[in-house]
């Protein structure tokens, strides 16, 4: 119901952007985030934003990183510049939406795209 786009191989310095579109029968979504699995490493928060505007984001990426949202298209974006070696990671989205006919939200879960910064 989410899928990830937006992954590859960049060179120290570049730039990316994700996107997570959600599809099917959605009545809202609420918070959208972005989370990362390095190599050997758990998975971390990397940012998140809010309904209402409000954004929260890893030390390591304040500064380079930017999330934003299209509530009309009910995708979220993560602009990645500066990249740097330590991000190299797979990069999940997860949204916690609403279905149609359901009175709860539930968290969901993107397939996950693969960023490489290597030169």
């Known amino acids: 119901q989410l899928q990830a786009s937006g992954g590859g191989l960049v060179q120290p310095g570049g730039s990316l952007r994700l996107s997570c579109a959600a599809s099917?029968?959605?009545?809202?979504?609420?918070?959208m985030r972005w989370y990362r699995q390095g190599p050997g490493k758990q998975r971390e928060l990397v940012a998140q934003?809010?309904?209402?505007?409000?954004?929260t984001y890893a030390d390591s990426v304040k500064g380079r990183f930017a999330i934003s949202r299209d509530n009309a298209k009910n995708t979220a974006f993560l602009q990645m510049n500066s990249l740097k070696p330590e991000d190299t990671a797979v990069y999940y989205c997860?949204?916690?939406?609403?279905?149609?006919?359901?009175?709860?939200?539930?968290?969901?879960w993107g397939q996950g795209t693969q960023v490489t910064v290597s030169s």
């Open positions: 997860n949204f916690n939406l609403r279905e149609l006919l359901l009175k709860f939200e539930s968290s969901y």
């Open positions: 934003l809010s309904t209402g505007g409000t954004t």
């Open positions: 099917g029968s959605i009545a809202s979504i609420n918070t």
